[in-house]
């Protein structure tokens, strides 16, 4: 029977990013990582398929909490209030974890491997978004747009909120980024 | 020396979409798009990186040709007018490849890999774009922002024009895509 381990999957997800740091992506096994937790390979592999999903942990829920918050939104909101409305609590989720995610994002932005599986990653939201907004009884092409230019704006907000240099609150820098898109697309 | 070969570069390509489509593109090797072309491997290499890179040939003519228009905007044109201008010329250079780019689109569905290159290239493109408009002096994150919106744009005019119910020119769907995004994005 399995020990219990408290909070494996987070010291997992720390010592992956750390070791990718220090050595490179490349570089590190999955052998490491479990050492470095105090943890087995065996309840790596209880958490994670890979030692790359360790970075991608959690796109499912972002995708669940994402479509189900743009289905909820007012009957009465646009498309793109609904992306925003959702977009707003998806980042409220992420306020706390911005010093992993900026230690991701320089893990990501140095393996072009890992910058594909990102886009992956984003591409594959911007189709269930896109899934929800029709689901709304938005028609196409403006379920796809908007689901487009809502991933964009996350995008954008998402690299200015891990520069270093930045203060502002992830929220805050969606809902900037948004207006900017309103904005840049005014007629 | 090398012969000259009347359109080397058009049966080549002609002759992998066919053998892609036909056999799927993992199991078709380059020697059998060479033979069934008439021309020889290394013909074949004296275009193409490799029998993936037949799919993606263009992709940098496609960006020269999409940072150049946007440079060449009237200095008065908002961002998104300057990239509405610079999606116009590039739609016209397509239109007479609508066949082919429908076929390739096939070939690229059927297969993740394929997949994944597309996002690669289309995400180099929006970063080309965004350069081209923070050199006309737009600045983060409209510049960002709006190369993001132009390439999701080009992306879903391009899905509705290879579709084989469509009767539009791509030019038409590029100009009513532009339209739908700047209807979603109204405040």
């Known amino acids: 029977m399995a020990r219990w381990q408290p909070d494996a999957l987070g010291r997992l997800q720390q010592a992956a990013l750390t070791l990718y740091g220090e050595r490179g992506f490349d570089n590190t096994t999955v052998a490491e990582i479990a050492e470095s937790a105090g943890l087995t390979k065996r309840t790596f592999f209880r958490y994670f398929a890979d030692k790359r999903e360790v970075l991608f942990y959690g796109a499912e829920e972002l995708e669940e909490l994402f479509t189900s918050e743009v289905a909820a939104a007012p009957e009465s909101a646009t498309p793109l209030d609904a992306v925003a409305a959702a977009l707003d609590v998806v980042?409220?989720?992420?306020?706390?974890?911005?010093?992993?995610?900026?230690?991701?994002?320089?893990?990501?932005?140095?393996?072009?491997?890992?910058?594909?599986?990102?886009?992956?990653?984003?591409?594959?939201?911007?189709?269930?978004?896109?899934?929800?907004?029709?689901?709304?009884?938005?028609?196409?092409?403006?379920?796809?747009?908007?689901?487009?230019?809502?991933?964009?704006?996350?995008?954008?907000?998402f690299e200015r909120w891990v520069d270093?240099?930045?203060?502002?609150?992830?929220?805050?820098?969606?809902?900037?980024?948004?207006?900017?898109l309103r904005a840049v697309t005014a007629a």
């Open 91 to 157: 980042a409220a989720g992420f306020e706390e974890r911005r010093e992993l995610a900026a230690r991701r994002q320089q893990i990501i932005i140095a393996n072009p491997e890992l910058q594909e599986r990102e886009l992956i990653k984003l591409a594959k939201l911007a189709r269930a978004v896109a899934g929800a907004l029709r689901d709304r009884g938005v028609a196409d092409p403006a379920a796809i747009l908007t689901a487009e230019a809502a991933i964009a704006v996350f995008r954008v907000a």
């Open 164 to 180: 270093p240099a930045n203060r502002k609150g992830f929220q805050r820098l969606i809902r900037e980024s948004l207006k900017e």
